[in-house]
């Protein structure tokens, strides 16, 4: 199964909406609505962010939200903050009953 | 509180076999599924495999199916990722984490292991 894909990097400054995509095919993201997204500091381990689509685990900031249309999910982090500097992943469960991730997006804070 | 804390940073040649290890505390261990993730140097993150220590079902990463072998022993917690024979390439780092939904094999992990360093290297 391939990876799926986002976008190497994206920026935003302080205050502003960005949003990260997370493409994948009728096998996993377009297929089941079991899409996960998780933050990465450097050298720390990653931190779930979002499950199943548009969930957000106890604790996590109401400024991640998640979404999904087709094949394609969407991580929007909305009044950016110099700690949501981070590297970003998507998750999807695939038809091969195993779960993918993407290639990962490196999101700078202006 | 949940933990899920990983054995320390491994220096092996390669040939050599190994097994790191995954205690976890603070919630029914054997009722939620645990999964180990690799990071190679400067890379994303890849999905290696699955085992629900109620019963050892495991589940493999078509990617690592035969070239590791996932193991749990219940009755100390601990959840176990081991290789027979090492190469260069498995130099990365390991996480081991726990995954929050009850469908088999999901993306969801909730809680995660500080990681493991192993390094192979002649």
């Known amino acids: 199964q391939s990876a799926l894909t986002q976008p190497a990097s994206v920026s935003g400054s302080p205050g502003q909406s960005i949003t990260i995509s997370c493409t994948g095919t009728s096998s996993d993201v377009g297929g089941y609505n079991y899409v996960s997204w998780y933050q990465q500091h450097p050298g720390k381990a990653p931190k779930l962010m979002i499950y199943?689509?548009?969930n957000r685990p106890s604790g996590v900031s109401n400024r991640f939200s998640g979404s999904k249309s087709g094949n394609t999910a969407s991580l929007t982090i909305s009044g950016l903050q110099a700690e949501d500097e981070a590297d970003y992943y998507c998750?999807?469960?695939?038809?091969?009953?195993?779960?993918?991730f993407g290639g990962g997006t490196k999101l700078t804070v202006l | 509180e949940v933990q899920l804390v990983q054995s320390g940073a491994e220096v092996k040649k390669p040939g050599e076999s190994l097994k790191i290890s995954c205690k976890g505390s603070?919630?029914?261990?054997?009722?939620?599924?645990i999964g180990w993730v690799r990071q190679m140097p400067g890379k994303g993150l890849e999905w290696m495999g699955i085992?629900?220590?109620?019963?050892?079902?495991?589940r493999y990463s078509p990617s690592f199916q035969g070239q590791v072998t996932i193991s749990a022993d219940k009755s100390i917690s601990t959840a176990y990722l081991q290789w027979s024979s090492l190469k260069a390439s498995d130099t990365a780092m390991y996480y081991c984490?726990?995954?929050?939904?009850?469908?088999?094999?999901?993306?969801?992990?909730?809680?995660w292991g500080q990681g493991t360093l192993v390094t192979v290297s002649s």
């Open positions: 984490a726990r995954q929050l939904g009850v469908a088999v094999a999901g993306p969801d992990f909730d809680y």
């Open positions: 998750s999807s469960y695939t038809s091969s009953s195993t779960p993918v």
């Open positions: 085992i629900y220590p109620g019963d050892s079902d495991t």
């Open positions: 603070g919630y029914s261990f054997t009722s939620y599924w």
């Open positions: 199943d689509v548009s």
